[in-house]
């Protein structure tokens, strides 16, 4: 079956380390998202990517960085930078032309130790 | 630019009652409009999707919802609830011009279903 993987489900990250959180699609889509939730604040896009070689960023870019080498992947790293990392991270896909709805996958989760 | 409001950020309901949640938008353009459910540390499953044409739309497991565009709305229905639509459900928009698919969300509305 077709679908977006995100992996680890949960993890960990001490002060001052970088973390890359993986999102994997098969299902052939170009555009890719990751989103940052927290509780009563929603979805807020954190960076997007259109095609391979090619992303921008969102409205709350600033302590991530991510890279699009191949279309099925898109990882996000979460940087030392990020001083507030704490929230449940979701990749989506979609096509982006058409009206095709975001396809989630089940996320992970970041907590400080 | 886009915007989403849900009006109701709790809503408590018993098992087999109806229930409603509110989903106002902004939107420069003609909106394409979504409604998601998650479940606990789920990813979000799409319920229906608004892109033009008749106003009610009828999506996965029994909701329905209907555009309005005189009030900006699209509330989501369910005639019958169940104790398994005990959810998060979040309303997006989908942003207009060169956006390349992004949406805008709501908040989000917490649904619990009684017994």
């Known amino acids: 079956d077709g679908g977006i993987t995100q992996s680890p489900k949960y993890l960990f990250r001490k002060e001052g380390q970088n973390v890359t959180l993986s999102c994997e699609q098969n299902l052939n889509h170009d555009a890719m998202y990751w989103y940052r939730q927290d509780p009563g604040q929603g979805l807020r896009l954190i960076y997007y990517?259109?095609?391979?070689?090619?992303?921008q960023k969102g409205d709350i870019a600033e302590g991530y960085s991510v890279s699009r080498e191949k279309k099925e992947s898109f990882p996000l790293t979460v940087t030392s930078a990020q001083k507030n990392p704490t929230a449940f991270y979701l990749c989506a896909s979609t096509q982006p032309r058409g009206n095709q709805p975001q396809h989630f996958g089940d996320g992970t989760r970041l907590s400080i130790l | 630019a886009q915007s989403v409001t849900q009006l109701d950020s709790h809503v408590s309901v018993s098992e087999g009652t109806p229930v409603l949640l509110r989903c106002n938008y902004s939107s420069s353009y003609s909106p394409s409009l979504f409604w998601y459910v998650q479940h606990p540390n789920k990813g979000l499953q799409l319920l229906l999707k608004?892109?033009?044409?008749?106003?009610l739309v009828k999506g996965i497991n029994g909701f329905e919802a209907e555009f309005n565009k005189s009030q900006t709305s699209f509330h989501l229905r369910k005639p019958s609830v169940h104790i398994s639509d005990t959810a998060e459900y979040f309303c997006a928009v989908k942003r207009g011009g060169t956006s390349y698919g992004k949406l805008t969300f709501g908040q989000g509305t917490i649904l619990t279903v009684h017994p």
């Open positions: 608004y892109l033009s044409g008749s106003t």
């Open positions: 990517s259109q095609i391979v070689n090619d992303f």
